[in-house]
């Protein structure tokens, strides 16, 4: 077990790893600089959430696994099944169905695929 002081810069900084995540999956597309980066991050979104999804859960997160095993060391319990739903309720005050967060989370993920499968597709039709 990491001592206390390790645990706490631990799950602070998986907050913000994971925060940085979500804004580069939901933002990056919007400016061409951040594209590519947008794009391998949301592939290695997609593989976690489809491709381990398959073993462990549709939509599962490793890293939302990491630090929710952080979280647990240091005593929190009742942790809810999405880091998303953790957010909203811990950190912003809305409690809403576990269900229809998910419903949301999964409709803005295809909607970001849809956006950056179209946006390949159109800046390679511009290039040939």
Same mark, same amino acid.
């Given at each position: 077990m990491l001592p206390q002081w390790l645990l706490v810069l631990?799950?602070?900084?998986?907050?913000?790893?994971?925060?940085?995540?979500?804004?580069?999956?939901?933002?990056?597309?919007?400016?061409?600089r951040t594209r590519p980066l947008q794009r391998w991050v949301l592939l290695l979104t997609t593989l976690s959430w489809v491709g381990l999804g398959a073993f462990y859960g549709l939509g599962y997160c490793f890293l939302t696994d990491w630090h929710w095993s952080?979280?647990?060391?240091?005593?929190?319990?009742?942790?809810? $099944?999405?880091?998303?739903?953790?957010?909203?309720?811990?950190?912003?005050?809305?409690?809403? $169905?576990d269900y229809w967060v998910d419903v949301g989370t999964? #409709?803005?993920?295809?909607?970001?695929?849809?956006? #950056?499968?179209?946006?390949?597709?159109r800046s390679r039709r511009s290039a040939a």
């Open positions: 631990c799950d602070h900084g998986l907050m913000m790893f994971h925060l940085v995540i979500i804004g580069i999956n939901v933002l990056g597309w919007i400016w061409l952080v979280k647990r060391q240091l005593g929190e319990r009742a942790l809810p $099944p999405s880091y998303i739903q953790y957010i909203l309720h811990n950190k912003l005050g809305f409690n809403f $169905p999964g #409709t803005v993920f295809v909607l970001l695929l849809l956006i #950056t499968v179209g946006q390949m597709f």
